[in-house]
């Protein structure tokens, strides 16, 4: 009996020191997994001034008033003008002319003026020959080509940026004029209108 004792008492001694080291070893394996969770490499990379412009769509023409004008004008009678219309912005643009007149004494001079309206000679620099490309030929009061509305339409003439083109305007006075015109007076403006072409089909 007394042997049997002492052999259980020893067992008993060397289970205990086991049981604490298997602990500690799983204190130790707990430890290490949640050091190895916070041990992640980062990095960042910042890219900075990214810059956006505007381009410009910017028409002028010159000169800039009162291009084309007559006085005393008599029935046969004719003038004729260039006039240079310029992009000075920096993308292409595409523009149509139309034209607004006053007759302040009613005799609607602006319907009996046939304006006609090309592009540059075709063989001088200027509007000397007149015959360029044929814009626009009728009344002075509706005298336009292309159109203002948004988009390409027809007869919308187009420009690069930084360049320029001569349009040549020529006003007469028919011969069968009558009487009914002697001292009218009629003025006219005419309007360019441009739009960007880039994404505007």
């Known amino acids: 009996m007394a042997h049997n004792i002492g052999l259980g008492a ?4 060397r ?3 086991l049981l604490a ?3 500690i070893g799983l204190a130790i394996a707990s430890v290490g997994s949640g050091v190895l969770s916070l041990a992640v490499f980062t990095s960042t990379a910042a890219n900075g001034s990214n810059e956006f412009d505007t381009g410009t769509v910017v028409i002028s023409t010159s000169p800039a008033s009162a291009f084309v004008t007559y006085s005393n004008m008599l029935p046969g009678d004719s003038v004729t003008q260039a006039l240079t219309v310029s992009n000075t912005g920096s993308a292409q643009l595409r523009y149509a002319m139309t034209t607004a007149t006053t007759d302040t004494d009613s005799k609607n001079l602006a319907g009996q003026i046939v ?3 090309k592009t540059q000679d075709t063989d001088t620099s200027g509007c000397g020959n007149f015959d360029g490309t044929q814009l626009y030929s009728g009344a002075l009061s509706g ?3 292309g159109d203002p509305t948004q988009g390409a339409q027809a007869g919308d003439r187009t420009l690069d940026a930084a360049t320029n083109e001569i349009l040549c305007f020529q006003a007469s006075l028919p011969l069968s004029t009558g009487n009914a015109f002697q001292g009218a007076t009629t003025t006219a403006t005419f309007t ?3 739009e960007q ?3 505007n089909p």
Do not use: E, H, S
């Open 15 to 17: 289970r205990t020191p």
């Open 115 to 117: 304006l006609t309206v």
């Open 192 to 194: 360019f209108a441009a």
């Open 21 to 23: 080291l298997a602990a």
């Open 10 to 13: 020893t067992a008993g001694r």
């Open 143 to 145: 005298a336009l080509f």
């Open 197 to 199: 072409t880039a994404n």
